[in-house]
Structures are given as structure tokens and as C-alpha cells.
């Protein structure tokens, strides 16, 4: 290329770089702006004591040895161990159930199947809280409070009609031709839905993944009434014990907030190339 022909180029980048870095500053100040409540937790959590209600931003040091007995002279092991099992076992049994029931529903045009699906729109507005008494003596009967099966089968059951909502709005837009090619390759109906179909979905069982996944996490109210046992509580619940009838141990309740958030940001470090890759799936050959 010579030099008459890359100069409109050079001209070109050198406009571009104000336009840049005034998006890169504002991302940044974005960026510090939405961070800045987690910082202040962050410092809280390892505030002294004595210093929980002074006026400056910094305390005058940082008491490390918060976040050693938020664990010791707590429960919030116990409980961090709850949720992690009853996150990831609803949102397994969330896409192992919406998976094939979203599948089925997009590609076979069955009477009632428009009801059906308002019919699952509607559940997402009952409130957890509305059907908690129920629950309660249901459960009380089986002799399963105070169980962590317990609260997967309801954290699964409340987040499943979302999932399959979601999931079959992605199904619905694969073209059938895909698969139909598919199988006259040799591949059959479950080679076609998992080497063609889930590939093609797959923001969608993402969006579901994550949509369960961080709606367990964070669920309070059924972990309130269906356990009572402190070992057997969710995270959510274990936090809360922090706050007392009469005082409120800040330092040890921001603490466990800090531990409560770093799982969930390790899944989004880890879920986010997942993301990126399963929208350009299939637009390549």
C-alpha cells in the first residue's frame, strides 16, 4: 500500500481516538460508580469494632481477623455449603426437566400447546410467599424440613417456568431443516437435538442457567420457614442471623455479604466465554 493510500487511514484512527477515549471514561466512571457500594462493603467488612460508626471512609486499619470469625464463631460454613448445593442441584434439575419439555413444545404443534405455554407465563406470577403455608404442611408431613432436597424441589419448581419459556423461544428459532439434515447424515432425533440443536440454544440454556442458578442463590423466604436447623439454613438466612432484636454486628454482617458474592462473580467469570461463544455457534461452518 503506499503512502497516498494509507494516509486517509492514519487520518481516520487519529479522528477516532477522542470518540474512544471519552467511551473508555465513562465506561470507567460507569464502571466505579456501580463498584463503589462493593468497595464500601468490602471496607465495612473489615472494619474494627470500634470503628463501625466512625464518619471517615478508611478505617484507621483493617481488622483481617473479621473475615476468620465470621466463620469460626458462626454457622455461615455450614451455610455457604447449603446454598451452593441447593443452587447447583436446582438449576440441573431445572435444565435436565426444561430441556426436553421446551424441545417437545417447540417442535411439535400439539392441541392446547398455546395454552400450555400462557399456562406456564402465569406461574411466574405467583410469589413464592403466597403458597409458603402450604409448602410448610406439605412438607411437614413428609418429614422434610430441614432438608436441602426440600429446597431444590422448590427453588427448581418456582424457576422451571421461566426456563422452559425461555428455552423454547431459542428451540423455536433453530430452523427443523438443521436437524432433518441431520438425521439424513445418519444421525438420529437425540444425535440431531445434541450435536446440532443444543449447540445452536445454547444462549438460551445460558440465560436459563443463570437465571436459576442466581434466583437459588439468592431465594430467602423458603429457606426462612422451611428450615430452622442454623446448619441446615442458606446462606441468605445464615447473613441475616447477624442482625439481632437490638444490635446489628455490621462487620461480620458485610463480611458474609463479601463471601456471599464471590461465588457468583467466579460464575460469571467463568460462564462469560461460554456466553460469547454460544452466540456465534452455528454461524460459522
Same mark, same amino acid.
Not at 474512544?20 to 465513562?26: I, V
Not at 445418519?186 to 450435536?195: E, I, P, S, V
Given at each position: 500500500m503506499t503512502a497516498t493510500a494509507t494516509a486517509p487511514v492514519r487520518r481516520a484512527r487519529r479522528g477516532l481516538r477522542p470518540r @474512544? +477515549?471519552?467511551?473508555?471514561?465513562?465506561a470507567w466512571l460507569l464502571a466505579a460508580?456501580?463498584?463503589?457500594?462493593?468497595?464500601?462493603?468490602?471496607?465495612?467488612?473489615l472494619r474494627p469494632a470500634d470503628q463501625l460508626r466512625d464518619a471517615t471512609y478508611l478505617p484507621g486499619g483493617f481488622a483481617w481477623s473479621n473475615l476468620v470469625?465470621?466463620?469460626?464463631?458462626?454457622?455461615?460454613?455450614?451455610n455457604l455449603r447449603v446454598t451452593l448445593l441447593v443452587a447447583a442441584g436446582s438449576t440441573v434439575l431445572v435444565l435436565l426437566v426444561a430441556l426436553p419439555a421446551a424441545y417437545y413444545t417447540a417442535r411439535h404443534r400439539?392441541?392446547?400447546? @398455546? +395454552?400450555?405455554l400462557l399456562l406456564v407465563l402465569v406461574t411466574q406470577m405467583f410469589q413464592p410467599t403466597s403458597?409458603?403455608?402450604?409448602?410448610?404442611?406439605q412438607f411437614h408431613q413428609l418429614d422434610m424440613l430441614n432438608s436441602v432436597w426440600t429446597l431444590i424441589l422448590c427453588n427448581a419448581a418456582f424457576n422451571l417456568a421461566f426456563a422452559v419459556w425461555i428455552l423454547t423461544a431459542y428451540i423455536g428459532s433453530i430452523p427443523v431443516a438443521l436437524?432433518?439434515?441431520a438425521q439424513v447424515d445418519?444421525?438420529?432425533?437425540?444425535?440431531?437435538?445434541?450435536?446440532i440443536t443444543l449447540p445452536l440454544a445454547l444462549p438460551g440454556v445460558v440465560t436459563a442457567l443463570i437465571f436459576t442458578f442466581i434466583s437459588a442463590w439468592n431465594e430467602f423466604v423458603m429457606g426462612l420457614r422451611l428450615t430452622t436447623v442454623p446448619d441446615s439454613q442458606p446462606l441468605t438466612v445464615g447473613i441475616n442471623n447477624f442482625v439481632g432484636n437490638y444490635t446489628v454486628q455490621w462487620n461480620y454482617l458485610f463480611a458474609g455479604s463479601v463471601v456471599a458474592i464471590v461465588p457468583v462473580i467466579v460464575l460469571f467469570a467463568c460462564i462469560e466465554r461460554h456466553v460469547v461463544s454460544g452466540l456465534t455457534a452455528g454461524s460459522v461452518k
Open positions: @474512544t +477515549a471519552a467511551l473508555a471514561a465513562t460508580f456501580f463498584l463503589l457500594p462493593y468497595a464500601e462493603m468490602v471496607v465495612t467488612a470469625k465470621v466463620w469460626t464463631d458462626s454457622t455461615l460454613g455450614a400439539f392441541r392446547g400447546r @398455546t +395454552a400450555f403458597l409458603l403455608v402450604g409448602l410448610y404442611r436437524e432433518e439434515a445418519g444421525l438420529g432425533r437425540f444425535g440431531a437435538l445434541r450435536r
